[in-house]
T-cell receptor, first 112, second 116 residues
Framework: DAKTTQPTSMDCAEGRAANLPCNHS???????VYWYRQIHSQGPQYIIH???NNETNEMASLIITEDRKSSTLILPHATLRDTAVYYC?????????????FGKGTMLLVSP | DTGVSQNPRHKITKRGQNVTFRCDPI?????LYWYRQTLGQGPEFLTY????????KSRLLSDRFSAERPKGSFSTLEIQRTEQGDSAMYLC??????????????FGPGTRLTVL
């Protein structure tokens, strides 16, 4: 599965939109982009995933570029409870769409 | 709440002892995964089951580790002769897989193991 590159850390003011980038330049056509987050000492929480089209749910929006080489997770109105490590994961046929390969993620700090 | 549950949440043991963790997946989920997470790192895949069949094991899963899912529902992960390097958070996830499509894994709260 394609590897991803994320910034180590980001800051965001409470109430503002948090835009978390992810680079996956070697992604192939049948690979999905997944986002999870992990609040300190808890299990990872699923946020959203997509293949080609942009996606939105109650938690976030996922914007995938047309060439699919990068994506952005958008938290429209960040709150203090959104402070967490955010993982961007590409998942595809090489893993049989089974395992998730986590990197180190982006530590998002939301401040008052 | 019908999410993934794990027990115990915390386990402290002495080196050389055996420990067993339990995971109860979301009802009707046919896949169950185990991951391990050490401090400062993302979770690492250990093994997964589809129903009662163990389909894949990571090379991280040494001979001291064994996992079972006897009736295709809950699963246990046993570590024999624990070592200090086994200290980590052990995470369980479950999903429903149908056909060849990608499935979404939902994680439990984890079991934190400390080996003294």
């Amino acid at each position: 599965d394609a590897k991803t590159t994320q910034p180590t850390s980001m800051d965001c003011a409470e109430g503002r939109a948090a835009n978390l980038p992810c680079n996956h330049s070697t992604i192939s056509g049948n690979e999905y982009v997944y986002w999870y987050r992990q609040i300190h000492s808890q299990g990872p929480q699923y946020i959203i995933h997509g293949l080609k089209n942009n996606e939105t749910n109650e938690m976030a929006s996922l914007i995938i570029t047309e060439d699919r080489k990068s994506s952005t997770l958008i938290l429209p109105h960040a709150t203090l409870r959104d402070t967490a490590v955010y993982y961007c994961i590409v998942r595809g046929m090489n893993s049989g769409y089974s395992t998730l390969t986590f990197g180190k993620g982006t530590m998002l700090l939301v401040s008052p | 709440d019908t999410g993934v549950s794990q027990n115990p949440r915390h386990k402290i043991t002495k080196r050389g002892q055996n420990v067993t963790f339990r995971c109860d997946p979301i009802s009707e989920h046919n896949r169950l995964y185990w991951y391990r997470q050490t401090l400062g790192q993302g979770p690492e895949f250990l093994t997964y089951f589809q129903n009662e069949a163990q389909l894949e094991k990571s090379r991280l899963l040494s001979d001291r580790f064994s996992a079972e899912r006897p009736k295709g529902s809950f699963s246990t992960l046993e570590i024999q002769r624990t070592e200090q390097g086994d200290s980590a958070m052990y995470l369980c996830a479950s999903s429903f897989r149908s056909g060849g499509a990608s499935d979404t894994q939902y994680f439990g709260p984890g079991t934190r193991l400390t080996v003294l």
